[in-house]
């Protein structure tokens, strides 16, 4: 006969787990996580689990089990690697009508533990017969696609309301996070902006409503003040809209203004935090931001204004003398002035430099150079935004990696 599946709500009731072992390291996160009361009994346990003990998530009994154990649980877990032990565990659980799963024989099993996994506020559970590889499978290939969106409905019942601001990452599509995908899946219209990953367009179902607000530098600019108008016009058609952003919506993204002025409109907001381009383009060139016995600190800053204008809120004269890594957004067309700025100031000109244009994107291309060279390399080089300036002795890091690579693929 098939089985009953059943959601079992375990916040504070007590659960029994017999066994110490890799099964139990396992489970026992999970019961935790559903809130139950775990009272593990094994003369040894793995050592994640004594972290558990040891930090008060569970009550450990450094012992074998016992009959009596059971008293007072309502669901039995018999986990360990003595067949005898699980038998006499579930046989106890059974004369007192409690639940218990035996993990070492599915056929003497009175419950059965699925193949479960979580999206979102989703729980999936699989069973297939007491085959737990397949079940796995079925779990995982559902999981994927309810993370992913391809079987998230748009019409669900219970569908955002208002706006979303996504951080879309810095702009591989696969770089956006699972949240933020589920909600685009859920979007009714889509603000998008030049950076954020165009691949995920393509995604959306035919009806949905696309807005290109991108901000072209130096070229065709849709206001910050149109585009906070969109978001509050269509939400209050009772629209669910997304306002897709690359990277973080709050780095250097207006993500603030736009929060700020819908709930001023009454319309809320679910703010979706994205990968920022300012760490994930230098890892992606192989370049961490910080180092042990390198770099301790890191700065990002948005260098949309030059040193040197009166409207420059930045402290260059600091930053010149900080040891910490830079990371520069916005940096290309004042790379010059941006570098003698930073040399005046105490940066050494041999002070190594990273320029990532199109960082994660296929296209990706990186050169280095130094603060005194850079300026002319990326002339040279044609470099164009988007592209991520990295300045500190991190870079040197990347060129050790790449040494090391290229010796390893060299014949002997």
Known sequence: MPPYLLGLRLGGRRVLVVGGGRVAQRRVPALLAAGADVVLVSPEVTASL???ADAGRLVWHRRPYRRGDCAGAWLVQAVTDDAKVNGDVVAEAEAARIWSVRADDAESSPAWTPASGQAGETTVGVLTGGDPRRAAGIRDAVVDGLRDATLESRHSRQKPAGVALVGGGPGDAGLITVRGRQLLAMADVVVTDRLAPAQLLDELAADVEVIDAAKIPYG??????????????????????VRLKGGDPFVFGRGGEEALHCARHGIPVTVVPGITSAVAVPSAAGIPVTHRGV???????????APDHPESTVDWEALGRANGTLVLLMAVERMALIAAALMRYGRSSDTPVAVIQDGTLPGQRALTATLGTVADAMAAAGVRPPAIVVVGDVVNVAREIDMIRADMGRDP
């Not at 969109?230 to 629209?239: M, P």
């Not at 770099?295 to 204004?305: D, N, P």
């Open 50 to 52: 004594e972290g558990l």
């Open 220 to 241: 065709r600019t849709v206001t910050q003040d149109r585009i906070n108008d969109y978001l509050v016009e269509h939400a209050r058609q009772g629209k669910f809209v």
């Open 295 to 305: 770099a301790q600190e890191f700065h990002v800053v948005s260098a949309h204004v």
